[in-house]
């Protein structure tokens, strides 16, 4: 796929999905801005890739409304946004606190919608721009374990497809990318057991193709989205989870 000169901007993109999104874009030709609040990680995947970095917590609007208009000024224009930031936290409904609740909302759901907004100011008035978020099976259906953010990801899956129609006629397509199980970091976190070889085999088990995705998997079909070979596409949900909700 072809972005040279392309404008993309990949929140999260200090790690997993979010950084193989940065590689693949950059070897693409994109220029690339990575935007994460983790300062280590992302000056590594930055100085990998040549990508700008922009560091900082998405649950800030005013951030996020700063680094579209640092963006612009210096790049003149914004052709993708994908939003990989996000968080996860591993409690049932019940055991939930109320802080939890409002870190992962506020990160997976605000963050995600603070980031779209700054971008369809500015791609509006392009006429052109794609916008790739990240759901999950997990806003498809349910899991035990993990309500909460189970409810964030339905929360983008409709966030989605309601912005892909607003902006249906402006010359920008909105979908989502809908990962099943990716070995990532996040993937290895919060577990109440230790990430060991046979926890990670046990996991590949319940996927029907038998394997975790690496994040390139993932990050190919996000490229996909954003270019102009998906010209017909917008409010779409893809999934990408080697058949685990086709049962
Ligand atoms: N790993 C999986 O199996 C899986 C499956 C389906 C969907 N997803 C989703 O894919 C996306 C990427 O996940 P991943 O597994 O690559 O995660 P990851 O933990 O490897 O990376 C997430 C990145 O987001 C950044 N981030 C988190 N909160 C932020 C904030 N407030 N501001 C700025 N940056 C922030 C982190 O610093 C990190 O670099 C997430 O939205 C996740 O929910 C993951």
Not at 56 to 72: E, P
Not at 85 to 92: E, K, N, P, Q
Not at 112 to 117: G, K, L, N, Y
């Amino acid at each position: 796929m072809n972005f040279l000169n392309q404008v993309v901007l990949v929140t999260g993109g200090a790690s997993g999905m979010g950084a193989a999104c940065v590689d693949g874009f950059t070897q693409a030709g994109a220029k690339v801005i990575l935007v994460d609040r983790n300062a280590a990680l992302g000056e590594v995947v930055a100085s990998r890739t040549g990508a700008k970095l922009e560091l900082g917590d998405i649950t800030d609007s005013s951030f996020c409304d700063a680094v579209l208009t640092r963006s612009l000024e210096q790049f003149e224009k914004v052709d993708v946004l994908v939003n990989a930031a996000g968080i996860i936290v591993r409690s049932t409904g019940m055991e939930t606190s109320d802080i939890a609740w409002q870190q992962i909302m506020n990160v997976n759901v605000s963050g995600t919608f603070f980031m779209a907004r700054a971008a369809l100011r500015i791609m509006k008035s392009q006429k052109s721009g794609a916008i790739v978020n990240f759901g999950s099976i997990w806003g498809d259906v349910g899991a035990a374990g993990v309500a909460v953010y189970c409810a964030s990801k339905g929360a983008i899956h409709n966030l989605t497809r309601a912005l892909a129609l607003e902006h249906a006629l402006d010359g920008i397509r909105i979908n989502a990318v809908c990962p099943g199980e990716v070995n990532t970091p996040m993937l290895q976190s919060e577990r109440s057991e230790a990430v060991t070889e046979a926890l990670l085999e046990r996991l590949a088990q319940t996927v029907p193709m038998g394997r975790l995705a690496a994040p390139e998997e993932i990050a190919r079909v996000v490229m996909f989205l954003a270019s102009t070979d998906a010209s017909y596409m917008t409010g779409s949900l893809v999934t990408v989870d080697a058949g685990f909700t086709a049962r």
